[in-house]
């Protein structure tokens, strides 16, 4: 199938990061179409948005936006009413929507979630924690973990685990090698969340062949055999039953949905304690 391309312009006047997930998210939805995307954050002042204009005119497509600036947001409407480009505010339906409920008007403040408070901190703080508790590094302060993900190399451990610090979680991750016991301080942990991460054999040896690949080692080893591969992943399952840790299967899983998934865990697992 032939592929169609369309400009998608993404004017922020903070980071752009929600433009950019709502535009992807969306057009992930129509097949054999692809958006070429242009990106603008911090729009904040007339000169800036000149120059996004500039660009639009251009290149025209749809346009995408979050700006809070009344003036900004009228000039940018009435650039694309002229190059004939749909414009759409993302979150104003949600204002409007909050708005009628909670009977209040809305304050101007470009990138507010954003601040930096308490939340931000917090999530800075276990980025920290879960960098210097990656592939195996638990020490003593193994129950300060919000969450511990375990499972054989190559199931994703460590982006899973940036990905749910990004989150606010405290993570780390433990490798299970073959022929290495698993520490007792993991074994014997109660605070933390536990969870193992599973792939099918087929999968993990694919992903294993082409980490040799791209470091020309040798691909004869048990690494890298179905077998052996295949027996790694039964002796993950077995340690988690025999725990009662949850698992999840993430051979066709993203790293957003697995972390998903473990953010739903984490939530459960945290009502153990709250009703204790």
């Not at 931000?120 to 508790?133: E, S």
């Amino acid at each position: 199938m032939s592929r169609s391309y369309f400009h998608l312009h993404l004017v922020s006047d903070s980071t752009g990061e929600t433009l950019i997930n709502v535009g992807r998210a969306a057009a992930a939805q129509y097949e054999g179409v692809s958006a070429i995307e242009h990106v603008y954050p911090l729009v904040r002042s007339s000169a800036q948005l000149e120059r996004v204009i500039s660009e639009i005119e251009a290149a025209p497509g749809l346009v995408l936006y979050t700006l809070v600036g009344h003036d900004l947001t009228e000039r940018l409407e009435a650039a694309c009413r002229e190059t004939g480009s749909p414009c759409l505010s993302v979150l104003q339906p949600v204002h409007a929507l909050l708005q009628s409920y909670l009977g209040a008007e809305t304050t101007a403040r470009p990138g507010a979630q954003h601040m930096l408070n308490a939340e931000y901190f917090k999530r800075i703080d276990a980025m920290n924690f879960t960098l210097a508790h990656d592939d195996g590094n638990l020490p003593f302060d193994i129950d300060e973990s919000d969450v511990i993900l375990v499972g054989v190399s190559r199931t994703s451990k460590t982006p899973t685990a940036i990905y749910l610090a990004n989150r606010g979680l405290k993570t780390a991750n433990f490798p299970l090698v073959p022929g290495m016991p698993v520490p007792p301080n993991l074994e014997n942990a109660r605070k933390p969340l536990v969870v193992g991460l599973l792939a099918s054999a087929e999968r993990i040896v694919q992903i294993r062949q082409n980490r040799l690949l791209s470091l020309k080692a040798d691909d004869t080893s048990l690494y890298v055999d179905r077998d052996a591969v295949a027996d790694e992943i039964a002796a993950c399952r077995k340690l988690c039953n025999r725990h009662r840790w949850p698992t999840i299967d993430v051979t066709r899983r993203s790293i957003e949905e697995t972390a998903a998934a473990i953010l739903d865990l984490h939530r459960e697992h945290r009502l153990k304690f709250l009703v204790a």
